[in-house]
């Protein structure tokens, strides 16, 4: 997949296409980075979201100089369109002009925002259904970020992140265990809460 990624790049770049080029940047990867899950939470939280254009731009996250992606068209529209543009320079056939190329990424970014926004509610509402009457059960997790008087917990059993307050002095570090214990669930604004046991 990445070959095919930097080959399909590599390849547009010297036809001169306009082509839909993926970039990443990545803020300050911490120096320390603890193991297991906390680990993973630090480093997600430190990548950028992608970067559609249509010049050749770094990807960071992969370690690339220059990306797109080809391998799924049946599934992301900026892989249909790289195919698009790729079939129409081999035919001798005009591909899209570098505008029109990214009015079609924008349209499609915003789609698959709504997308993604969409899932994200939809798996929040479910999981307060699923909860709704379990109010004092309690759930194993494992502290991933303090930030202030709260603690990011990922809470596995359920595949969900929570944020919830911190007693007072409490000072956790990543990975630590801990019991949280749910204390309401409001299915109308897909809304969970959970607090330290």
Known sequence: MLLAGEGAANWALE????????????????EKIPDSYAG?????RSMRPRILTAKPALHQGLGLDIYT???????RYTDLLAHQQIRASLRAEAPLGEDELLARLAASERAAIAVQRAERDSRAHWTAVYLAGKEGMTQEGIIMDKRGPHAVVLIPALGMETQTALPRGAEPDPNDA?????????IPECETRWVLC
Do not use: D
Request: charged share 20%; net charge positive.
């Open 15 to 30: 036809a001169r296409l306009a082509f839909p080029f993926i970039g990443q940047e990545t803020e300050n990867i911490p």
């Open 40 to 44: 993973a939470y630090q480093l997600r």
């Open 69 to 75: 992606q080809v391998t799924s068209p049946l599934r």
């Open 178 to 186: 801990v019991t949280l214990k749910l204390s309401s669930v409001r």
